[in-house]
């Protein structure tokens, strides 16, 4: 993620970016389990990654998307992102991680989600701070909260 623009200092950003990076550790602790054999733990850890993802992307995309995709500048590129989201969770409880074909289909999966979130992380946060205006952000931040109730 680019360091430059200031978006990370906003707190929603931070609330994803947090959430990315949760998200990004589960993987990589799912595909270091694999590597040692231990299938269950990896399973656990992608049903950690499918739980976050869930309220990540519905504060996503009740917030920030659903205000951005107003402007058609941005509405193509959020349709994008939202079919990248159904394709994850349409995948991750499907995976059986005991067979090596659906241990490839995480990895790459994994991979993917790594361009996913460059995309939002270098592309659209960066955007949303000179696209919103206040009323915007906070019916952002709204939509947030209500994914993370606790």
Request: net charge negative; proline share 4%.
């Amino acid at each position: 993620m680019c360091h430059y623009c200031g978006c990370r200092e906003i707190p929603l950003i931070k609330e994803f970016i947090a959430e990315h990076e949760r998200v990004t550790d589960a993987a990589g602790d799912a595909l270091r389990a694999l590597r040692q054999g231990e299938t269950a733990r990896a399973q656990a850890l992608v049903e950690v990654m499918a739980g976050e993802l869930r309220s990540h992307w519905r504060g996503e995309e009740n917030g920030l998307f659903a205000v951005m995709r107003t402007d058609p500048e941005y509405a193509h590129y959020i349709q994008a992102l939202e079919r990248e989201h159904r394709e994850l969770e349409a995948l991750l409880p499907a995976l059986d991680l005991s067979d090596p074909a659906d241990v490839a289909t995480l990895t790459e999966a994994v991979g993917e989600l790594h361009r996913h979130i460059a995309k939002e992380e270098d592309g659209l946060f960066p955007a949303s701070l000179t696209a919103l205006d206040g009323e915007q952000w906070n019916r952002s931040m709204a939509a947030w909260r209500e994914a993370h109730p606790a």
